[in-house]
Nanobody
């Protein structure tokens, strides 16, 4: 069982930077993908960035060049570095992971994100 906890949310001025953290606790051995999502009152939940090592990270088009997903601490923590923030970045941000399981004798990564954090709120002021 793995639990995720986000931190680092808060208020920032437009054009500023913020770094979110997602700390994992429990058995992370079968983690095979990490992602950051966000949801605002105006939008559905959307993926912001995803990390599937050793493949390159992927980003939503509007976040390319502004956001960076990374991990450290042996995979126990991953981050979302946000810069040049915009008012439309205001949302509750969630981290989530995919887990792998054995299917017909081989490890297979799940298609869906299975475990989620509680969210951390980000407010961008003009």
């Amino acid at each position: 069982q793995v639990q995720l906890r986000e931190s680092g949310g808060g208020s920032v001025q437009a054009g500023g930077s913020l770094k979110l953290s997602c700390r994992l606790s429990g058995d992370i051995f079968n983690n095979c993908g990490s992602g950051w999502f966000r949801k605002s009152p105006e939008t559905e939940r959307e993926v912001v960035a995803a990390l599937y090592a050793p493949s390159p990270s992927t980003y939503a088009d509007s976040e390319k060049g502004r956001f960076t997903i990374s991990s450290e601490n042996g995979g126990h923590t991953f981050y979302l570095q946000m810069k040049d923030m915009k008012v439309e970045d205001r949302a509750v941000y969630y981290c989530a992971i995919k887990r792998r399981s054995i299917v017909e004798g081989y490890y297979q990564c799940s298609d869906d994100y299975e475990t989620w954090g509680q969210g951390t709120e980000v407010y961008v002021a003009t």
